[in-house]
């Protein structure tokens, strides 16, 4: 533990060094600000880094993570990054990315209980059961889970779709498309589920707000 500690202090003296000798302005421009186009919200796995999966550069992507890339709607955190986001760095782009082999969707399509994430993969099994008779009927395990992960994604961008801080910016005109993408483990690749909502006629009426 204690060499992996220094380890990763030695690695960011040598990135910091490197960046340096490409750019020698390349941390003095970062400080200036950011006016990044994307935000994206994605799985707090490990293997899934934002920025190296769509080869962006720091100040290019805002970032928001959590279990299985969920939008639940009384998720301060969200909430609080998406208004910043959208109201005051005018991103025109939010991407909900799943991934195939998602440790979250996995537990919520059992019964073991893990402990107080027990709470958050609730939510996780109310998507499971809105299309449960479709799931179900898939009989490979392997093709369900793959199912699970690009249904959640898909539910993920129409709830970020529900919001006010979204259906707000749409009202004031404001340029913003949301997507839905799931990220290969195995391949790298992401593909895009072609759920590109950029305004709310694709909602159930009743979640557009009159704003």
């Known amino acids: 533990m204690v060499d992996f500690y220094k380890k990763i202090l030695d690695n960011n003296k040598e990135w910091v060094e490197k960046a340096l000798e490409k750019d020698p302005n390349y941390f003095a421009d970062l400080a200036k600000g ?24 720091p100040g290019e992507v805002f970032v928001h993570r959590n279990i299985a890339n969920m939008v639940v709607h009384s998720d301060m955190n969200m909430l609080s990054v998406l208004d910043y986001a959208v109201n005051v760095l005018k991103v025109k ?67 970020l779709a529900k919001t006010s801080i979204v259906q707000g910016a749409w009202k004031n005109g404001q340029d913003l498309t949301l997507h839905g993408w799931v990220y290969g483990l195995n391949s790298g690749f992401v593909t895009d589920l072609n759920v590109n909502i950029s305004s709310n006629v694709e909602l159930d009426e009743v979640y557009q707000l009159s704003l």
Not at 34 to 39: A, E, G, I, K, V
Not at 130 to 141: A, T
Request: overall charge negative; aromatic content about 8%.
């Open 34 to 57: 950011q006016t990044p186009p994307l935000l994206w919200i994605g799985c707090s796995d490990s293997r899934v880094p934002a920025n190296e999966i769509i080869g962006a550069k």
């Open 93 to 159: 782009h939010v991407i909900v990315c799943g991934h195939y082999g998602c440790g979250g969707i996995k537990a919520a399509m059992g019964n073991q209980s893990i402990g107080i994430i027990d709470n958050w993969i609730r939510h996780i099994k109310d998507v499971y059961r809105m299309h449960n008779v479709y799931l179900n009927s898939i009989k490979d395990e392997t093709e369900r889970f793959n199912a699970f992960v690009e249904i959640n994604a898909k539910e993920q961008v129409f709830d």
